[in-house]
């Protein structure tokens, strides 16, 4: 078992800054792709941001590519986003999950992730 808790959503101006983290504990999770998916009102979960393992290599949805940056701490059992220039449109629940079995054509589908944090809401105003 892996429990996921995301800390660091707030209420934040368009074009500001927040700083997601998201704390594992149980499992290892040293050997497992992490992501960060968000959830808006009335629309489906989407993927964000992924990270392997080593921290290697990384993924973005093309809506954040070049304003999102995601990181791990392995020592720390940590997983980070870092969203700058947010818009409103960033507007939504974020979660970070953990899959011990994505490869990279699957790194984006939510279905692959077995572990799920309860959510962190981000709240961009215009």
């Known amino acids: 078992q892996v429990q996921l808790v995301e800390s660091g959503g707030g209420l934040v101006q368009a074009g500001g800054s927040l700083r997601l983290s998201c704390a594992a504990s149980?499992?290892?999770?040293?050997?497992?792709?992490m992501a960060w998916f968000r959830q808006a009102p009335g629309k489906e979960r989407e993927f964000v941001a992924a990270?392997?393992?080593?921290?290697?290599?990384?993924y973005y949805a093309d809506s954040v590519k070049g304003r999102f940056t995601i990181s791990r701490d392995n020592a720390k059992n940590t997983v980070y986003l870092q969203m700058n220039s947010l818009k409103p449109e960033d507007t939504a629940v974020y979660y970070c999950?953990?899959?011990?079995?994505?490869?990279?054509?699957?790194?984006?589908?939510?279905?692959?992730?077995?572990?799920w944090g309860q959510g962190t809401q981000v709240t961009v105003s215009s």
């Open positions: 999950a953990i899959s011990y079995s994505a490869v990279v054509a699957r790194v984006r589908s939510r279905s692959d992730y077995q572990y």
């Open positions: 149980g499992r290892a999770v040293s050997s497992g792709t």
């Open positions: 990270i392997n393992w080593s921290g290697g290599s990384t």
